[in-house]
Each structure stands twice: as C-alpha cells, then as structure tokens.
C-alpha cells in the first residue's frame, strides 16, 4: 500500500515538474529574481566602495567668498573645488540645479577680526538623498576650518588647546571586517529568504487554483488515490523550484561578493566553501514552510488571480523580521531559532560572522520547520477532502 501511495506521489511531482518547467512565468518567478537580485547589489555595494575610495571632486559655489579668502582657501587646500554662486541660491539649491551654495555675510571680515562669531549660511535641499553625501563634505570643511582657527586664536593667547578636551575618549572596535561585512551583507540575505518563497509561488498558483480554472481538478480529485500522495506530490514539486530558487541566489550571492571590492569599505567577506554551505543550510529550512503555506493559501482561493493576490502578500511574512530587526536591533536569542524567516536573519548573521552554529541552533531552526511544514500539508490535505476546493470565483 505503501509502495502505491509513493508511486502516485512520483507520478504528480513529476507532472507539475515537467508543467512548470516548461511555463515560461514559472521558470522566470523561480530563476529571475535568485539571479538577478545579487548581481544588482553588488553592482550598488561596487559603486559605493569605488566612490568611498576615488570621492567625486566637490564643487562649492561660494556667494561673497571675498569676505572669507582664509575659508576660501582652506577649502580649496582641503581639495574642494570654491565656483561662482548662482544668481540666487535658494531657487538653484531648491530646483536641483546645485547641491549646495555657501553664502557668506558681508560683515564676516569685521566679526572675524574681532573674535566674534562670522556667520555663513548654507543653503541645502534635505529632501534631496543625492545631494547627501556633498552636504555632509561640505560642512565637515567649515567645521574643520572653525576648529583649526578656534586652536589658533588660543595658541597665540598663550593658552594650551588641550585644556578643551579634559577627557579624550578613544572609540576601540572589536568587531573584525569580516563582521563588519555581515551586517552590510544582511540586504543580500534577506533576498536569498525571498527566493525562498518566490521560487515555489508561481507553481503552487498553478498546481492549484490553476488548475481549478483550468477544470483539470476535478477529473483529479474524481480519482480513487488518497489526497495525501496527491498533496504530497504537489508538494514535492514547488519545494524543488523553491530549492533551486535559493541554491541559485546562496551561488549567486557568493560569486557576487568575492567580485566586489568591499575591501574600500573596510570590511572583508570570505566565504569559503564551508561557510556557503553553512549558509545554505540555514536558508534552506525555510523552503518547504514556503512551498506547504503557498499552496495551501492557493488553494483556499477561489480564483488564479485571488490566489496570485494572497501570495503576494506572503512576500511579507520573510521580510518582516529584517524590517523589525533594522527599526529595533536585538541581540540575538535562541529561541529565535525557532521561529521559521527571523531564524535564517539570525543564523546567517552567524555564518557570515564567522560563527559557529550550535546543535541547538540547527534543531530549532529545523525542526520548528519541519512543524509547520507539517501542519500545513495535514491543513491541505483536509481541505482536499471537503468540495469547497472545487469552489471558482
């Protein structure tokens, strides 16, 4: 009995298999988003280490620079580039047209002269995020320009520029570039937890409410097999596109990161062969709760377009825990093992650290997969058995 209950198991993997691959969508939910995805952040990580090492020359459009030829020049030592202003700063900086324009008071001379506070304005447009970067360079300038003559003026007053600081407090950091990398590879990570999902979704769409639109369902169901092998097989099916979906994105991930240049940053990611392997142990876990919870949300749809809608939502359950550990950073706790999409955040935050995973780890973060899985399949089974799975939209 046992033999038979396989075979039909066999024989439904094997025909939503050869259906899925041979759709186009299907082949693209499961392998565009893994391929792609990696190859796009690396781009952004290549692009933000070449700009910290070689930074853009700073260009300065400096209103009344006659009146401050000292910052002037200091700006220009310090390598920024003093232009023209515009005609009017404030309509330039606002359209867009300059990041930033420096504008100097006309009596910046007379109160410089006589130790006074010379005040120069700048203008900026703080809902810009490109003209971030220019602002924080700009203002570093004139605060390091104000330092410096502040610790002039008390020199040539006899006074030790050390008695300002009674205390100097020397920051020591412990963590190595390698954990410095795994917090700047966490983005990368939770991607390769979205494959999780958007490699078996489409299959579980189609295997489902698909194929009740479709009307092959109900011939299906009108046959003497148990719905266990005919859940299980369909199960079988999205769990190895959502496999493939990480395998691809853990590969991609890797080749990705040993190309780009994170060295400029300051961090260093090794991944060796062990380490992807441990990484890719941690992530796939998550994959049959993925491939059991999709399908039994397609299933309870009533429509391929409702079931499309209902599943894209599931795309939320794996980002939620980055979302909540970037607003409200804990420490990582054991039990958090067992909670299936906040496990593999943690876990992997492990391995790309260089740490070791503990037995406890591995059993939670699996077995509490294994659960769900579990009661997901027992939830569609039952559900197979009842006509409301016949039921269109």
Do not use: C
Not at 207 to 221: D, H, K, N
Not at 269 to 293: E, I, K, R, S, Y
Not at 297 to 324: D, H, N, Y
Request: aromatic share 6%.
């Amino acid at each position: 009995m046992m033999s038979i209950w396989w075979r039909i198991v066999r024989i439904v993997a094997k025909k939503e298999l050869v259906d899925g691959f041979r759709d186009r969508r299907a082949l693209a939910s499961a392998l565009a988003f893994p391929l792609l995805s990696p190859v796009l952040v690396a781009l952004m990580f290549t692009a933000i280490a070449q700009d910290h090492a070689t930074p853009p020359v700073l260009e300065i459009p400096v209103a009344g620079a006659e009146h401050a030829p000292g910052l002037v020049s200091f700006l220009e030592t310090a390598g920024a580039e003093v232009v023209d202003p515009p005609a009017d700063p404030e309509t330039a900086v606002a359209m867009g047209d300059v990041p930033l324009v420096l504008v100097v008071d006309t009596d910046y001379t007379e109160r410089f002269r006589e130790g006074r506070p010379a005040r120069v304005a700048m203008w900026v447009d703080s809902s810009r995020n490109a003209n971030r970067s220019a602002v924080k360079r700009a203002t570093y300038l004139v605060e390091a320009y104000s330092s410096q003559t502040a610790l002039q003026r008390l020199v040539l007053r006899g006074v030790d520029p050390q008695l300002l600081s009674p205390v100097e407090l020397a920051e020591q950091d412990a963590a190595g570039p390698q954990q410095r990398a795994a917090n700047l590879l966490e983005m990368l990570v939770m991607m390769a937890v979205m494959a999780a999902f958007l490699g078996s979704m489409y299959l579980a769409m189609d295997s489902t409410a698909g194929e009740r639109e479709r009307r092959s369902l109900e011939p299906l169901l009108s046959l003497p097999i148990p719905r266990s092998a005919l859940v299980v097989g369909k199960f079988l099916a999205a769990l190895t596109f959502g496999t493939l979906g990480v395998i691809l994105a853990t590969t991609t991930m890797v080749v990705a990161m040993d190309l780009t240049p994170l060295e400029l940053l300051g961090v260093r990611v090794v991944l060796t062969a062990p380490a992807a392997f441990a990484l890719l142990g941690v992530l796939l876990p998550l994959v049959p709760v993925a491939a059991a919870l999709q399908l039994l949300v397609a299933s309870g749809a009533t429509s391929f377009k409702e079931a499309q809608t209902w599943l894209s939502m599931t795309l939320f359950v794996p980002m939620m825990p980055g979302m909540i550990m970037t607003v409200r950073p804990v420490n990582p706790q054991t039990w958090m093992a067992a909670v299936p999409g906040l496990s593999q955040q943690v876990l992997s935050g492990k391995v790309l650290r260089g740490d070791g995973l503990t037995a406890v780890d591995v059993g939670l973060a699996v077995g509490s997969s294994a659960a769900l899985t579990v009661l997901a399949l027992v939830a569609l089974s039952a559900l197979f058995e009842r006509e409301r799975i016949l039921k269109r939209g």
